[in-house]
């Protein structure tokens, strides 16, 4: 039994060498223009779940989800987040694809996350992704805001959809009619 245990412990460092190794002299990939395999794409996705479900803590959002606050979500989004994870007018955005991983489209994919993952994400960003943690760049507040948004994508109350929808986006038909410039950038958040 003792040889047994000696040789599975012999063969998990070897292959952890030899995975080393091949990583140090070039031998796997690095290229960010090739698409992730999907049992990459599985494993990550499940780490970073797992991650967050282990460090997060389980917080409720203290910013009340009103009209005001989740309009207030939507110009946060566009100022700092559509870039990467698609513009209020629902249209791919290559930027974001071009991440390896890419980055998710949340205007055409909403996250189904629970807000206290949100926020923790939000906050802390995620290694390896490009995704920035945001905690000196936004205020605790406008975090809040911003998850009170991405948590409630698929159903925004009518005076939040008519907002968006008269910013440049489509929220209340996908059709992309009435596109316009995105009011509202560059003015402060919650004035």
Sequence with gaps: MRNFVLGMIFAVVAIAIVGAGAALLGFLPTRANAAPPDWERHFATSALDNAVERH?????????????????????????????????????????????????????????DPEWHL???????????????????????????????????????????????NAGGAAASESGEGRSEVRGQGAEVGK
Aim: net charge neutral.
């Design 119 to 165: 926020y923790y994400v939000i906050e802390n960003g995620v290694r390896y992704t490009g995704m920035p943690a945001w905690d000196k760049m936004l205020s605790e507040t406008d975090r809040w805001k911003l998850t009170a948004l991405l948590a409630r994508m698929e159903k925004l109350p009518p005076a939040v959809q008519e907002y968006w929808k």
């Design 56 to 112: 997060a803590a389980r917080m409720n959002n203290p910013v009340p989800p009103t009209d005001g606050n989740l309009i207030d979500g939507l110009k946060i989004y566009t100022m700092n987040c559509a870039g990467c994870h698609g513009g209020i007018d629902r249209k791919p955005v290559d930027f974001g694809q071009s991440f390896y991983p890419p980055a998710p489209n949340f205007m055409l994919h909403p996250p189904d």
